[in-house]
C-alpha cells in the first residue's frame, strides 16, 4: 500500500476523475485529500499535513499529486519498482502527458528552477529512459519515506510556488537522487493552482519567488542565520530579485486601487 496525498481545491470533477485513476491502479493505494476549500492552508501546508498523518504509518513510499493530474494504471507500480532498485532515489517523478495529445510530454523533468520553473518537454518519442532530475515537478512526486524523514517536511513558507524545487534541492545536498520514471505516465491537466487572476494570489506566488531566491541565491537567509555569512550576491540575481519586487509593489498597487474603486 502506498499514500496517494492530494491537496484539493474546490473542482470535484477533477478530485473524482484524479481518485478514479487511482482507484484503476494496479498496486493499492490508500488516499488521503485534505480539502481546502473551506479553511484554504495553501498547497504546501496540505501536502506537509498529509505526510505527518503517514508520518509513523508502516509504509515505505509516499506520493503526492495534485487533483489535475491523472496517473495511467501502470503508473504507480512503475514508480515502486524504480525506487524499489534505485536505494539512493528519495524522489521520483513521472512524464507528464498533454491533456490533447497523449504523444505529447509537457513535463518529463526540469532545467531552471528560478525565478519560474522550466521544464523538459517534446514529443514522446523523445524521452526513451530514466534520467537523474535537478528537481520534479511537484504535480506528481513519489518519496522515499525514509527521506523523508531525514530531511523533513516541505518548506511552509512557499505556499504555492517552488515548494518541488526547493524539496528536491535539499534532498540532493543530504545525498538523495531525484529521478525521471520513463515508464511512469499520467495527463496533467493543469487548473488547480495556476490561475493568476487573483491578485492575492499573485501576490503570494512572487513572496513564494523572492523567499525561494533569498534562500538559495542570493545567501540573504544564510547570512541573517549563521556566523560566517556570504556577502557574494551575484549581480544578475540581484537584478531578478529586484524585477520580483517590483512586480510585486505593481500588483500591490492595482490591488489597493481596486480596493478604493470598489
Known amino acids: 500500500m502506498i499514500p496517494a496525498i492530494i491537496p484539493y481545491y474546490k473542482n470535484k470533477s477533477q478530485l473524482d476523475k484524479c481518485i478514479s485513476h487511482l482507484k484503476a491502479q494496479t498496486t493499492s493505494v490508500e488516499i488521503y485529500v485534505r480539502d481546502n476549500s473551506e479553511d484554504n492552508i495553501h498547497f504546501t501546508a496540505a501536502v506537509n499535513e498529509g ?5 509513523n504509518h508502516e509504509c515505505k513510499y509516499l506520493m503526492i499529486l495534485n487533483q489535475d493530474m491523472y496517473l495511467e494504471s501502470t503508473a504507480v507500480e512503475e514508480m515502486i519498482k524504480f525506487m524499489d532498485t534505485h536505494s539512493k532515489c528519495g524522489i521520483g517523478t ?9 504523444d505529447y510530454v509537457i513535463c518529463a523533468g526540469s532545467y531552471e528552477a528560478f525565478p519560474f520553473g522550466k521544464h523538459q518537454h517534446g514529443e514522446l518519442s523523445n524521452f526513451s529512459d530514466d534520467s537523474k532530475l535537478y528537481w520534479g515537478n511537484g504535480a506528481c512526486m513519489i518519496f522515499r519515506k525514509e527521506m523523508v524523514q531525514e530531511i523533513g517536511l516541505l518548506d511552509k513558507n512557499l505556499v504555492f510556488l517552488g515548494s ?5 534541492f535539499t534532498a540532493r ?15 496533467h491537466e493543469h487548473g488547480a493552482s495556476g490561475a ?10 512572487l513572496n513564494d519567488m523572492i523567499y525561494f531566491g533569498e534562500k538559495w541565491l542570493t545567501g540573504d537567509l544564510y547570512k541573517k542565520l549563521a556566523y560566517d555569512g556570504n556577502d557574494i550576491t551575484p549581480r544578475k540575481i540581484a537584478e531578478v530579485m529586484n524585477r ?7 500588483k500591490l498597487i492595482r490591488a489597493k486601487k481596486e480596493l478604493e474603486v470598489g
Open 196 to 205: 493568476v487572476s487573483d491578485l492575492n494570489i499573485g501576490i503570494q506566488k
Open 94 to 102: 513521472p512524464l507528464q502527458l498533454h491533456p490533447k495529445n497523449r
Open 164 to 168: 518541488d524545487s526547493d524539496y528536491c
Open 173 to 187: 545536498s543530504r545525498g538523495w537522487e531525484v529521478w525521471r520514471i520513463f515508464q511512469a505516465r499520467g495527463v
Open 51 to 55: 505526510l505527518k498523518h503517514y508520518w
Open 244 to 250: 520580483l519586487e517590483n512586480s510585486k509593489m505593481d
